[in-house]
């Protein structure tokens, strides 16, 4: 996960649920990741991991939440963090549709 990004880069989230000790087993489900109150998608636990690629951010800050939905077994949970994107750079390119050198008065 690129932290700071840049307009249109793809940024992977990626949330591990586990178990708390003294319990055990993989909890299954899956994690949805937010962006402040906007859902940007939900990802399947497979081995307790979700992943999430999203191009889908706009520049500034955001405040990225996983939230885990539970299973028969585990409770909710979440965790956060900051993801930033910037402004992406650009290129100009300039051509003369015309002979160069041209001369006065030329086409």
Do not use: C, K, W
């Amino acid at each position: 996960m690129p932290n700071p990004a840049v307009f249109g880069q793809v940024v992977t989230f990626t949330a591990t649920v586990s178990a708390n000790l003294p319990g055990a087993g993989v909890p299954s489900g899956a994690v949805t990741f937010m962006d402040g109150s906007t859902s940007l998608g939900s990802a399947t636990l497979v081995s307790g991991t979700a992943v999430l690629p999203t191009s889908a951010l706009a520049v500034g800050s955001h405040s990225i939440t996983a939230v885990y939905s539970g299973d028969g077994n585990f409770l909710t949970s979440n965790d956060s963090l900051s993801e930033v994107v910037n402004q992406d750079a650009t290129t100009t390119a300039i051509i003369a549709d015309a002979p160069n050198p041209s001369v006065f008065g030329g086409r």
